[in-house]
């Protein structure tokens, strides 16, 4: 791995404890204007002090992010879906890499579908946009999507992952799930875990724990934290559990007293 690829992967995943805490407000790129990303810069203003990095849309970045800010970008590069559409696994790559080096991201993501119809198309979009990603040492993160029919199932994460390790990606977002140790050990590059749907507050600090304790390198959360009582609580708890290794009872009281305050 060059040195700007590794330069920008470590912007993400932070050398002094291996880890990342990574905040995903890309949902409107299908979803449109999703709960909690009515007004995105509103909501993501207040959470940057406490985030490793954003994961979002060219248009939420040009729009909603001044660009002072030195947080690192993960891109959203895949898509071309929308929630009302035939299909939510018929992506393409929506923006160019030199779009992405003009906003000087850190990483590139894309969705892959394995299993549904498009599967062939989004796994040669992976393997494009590793090529473009390796010429200009841009990371690639690739997102397990999983298919309504797919059981979010070790046998099915770990095929997932793997699959997106071996056509180049540089790390790798899935869903935590029973025996995710063996996901870990059969992946090797670094697994980031998505959230998924909104669940209570102790049980997403839950989620993180379980995670971070079976060899995730961090988190991607996205609605777990913008659709809770307390963003910014969520987040700074996630964080004491990703970075700091506290347990989950620690982290909630933390997250109750930030929501209290
Ligand atoms: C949406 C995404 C999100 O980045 C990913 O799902 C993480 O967000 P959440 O924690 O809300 O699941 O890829 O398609």
Redo the contacts with the bound molecule.
């Keep these: 791995m060059d040195w700007g690829m590794k330069n920008r992967l470590s912007r993400i995943i932070k050398p002094d404890t291996g880890r990342t805490v990574m905040l ?1 407000v ?2 409107g790129y299908f979803l449109g204007a999703t709960s909690g990303l009515e007004e995105p810069g509103k909501t993501i203003k207040p959470l940057l002090p406490y985030a490793d990095s954003l ?1 979002l849309t060219r248009g939420v970045l040009r729009t909603s992010l001044a660009a002072e800010n030195d947080i690192p970008i993960v891109l959203r590069v895949s898509g071309g879906t929308s929630i009302i559409g035939k299909s939510l696994s018929d992506e393409g790559i929506t923006v160019s890499m030199e779009d992405a080096l003009r906003l000087n991201v850190s990483a590139v993501a894309l ?1 892959i579908f394995v299993g549904t119809e498009y599967e062939k198309q989004t796994l040669l979009s992976l393997s494009k946009l590793v090529d473009v990603g390796e010429k200009y040492g841009i990371p690639v993160l690739a ?1 397990t999507a999983v298919g309504k029919e797919m059981n979010r199932d070790v046998r099915y994460l770990s095929l997932c992952c793997r699959i997106a390790a071996e056509l180049g990606a540089h790390f790798v977002k899935t869903y935590y799930c029973e025996n995710f140790t063996q996901v870990v050990k059969e992946c090797p590059v670094p697994i980031v875990i ?3 749907k909104k669940i209570e507050e102790r049980a997403a600090l839950e989620l993180a724990f379980c995670a971070a304790r079976d060899g995730a390198v961090g988190v ?5 934290i913008f659709q809770s009582d307390c963003p910014q609580g969520m987040l700074r708890a996630v964080r004491e559990i990703v970075h700091k290794k506290a347990k989950v009872e620690q982290a909630f009281e933390l997250y109750e007293s930030i929501k209290n305050r």
Excluded: E, L, P, Q
């Design positions: 995903a890309d949902h994961m969705s997102v998505a959230g998924g991607d959360m996205g609605r777990n």
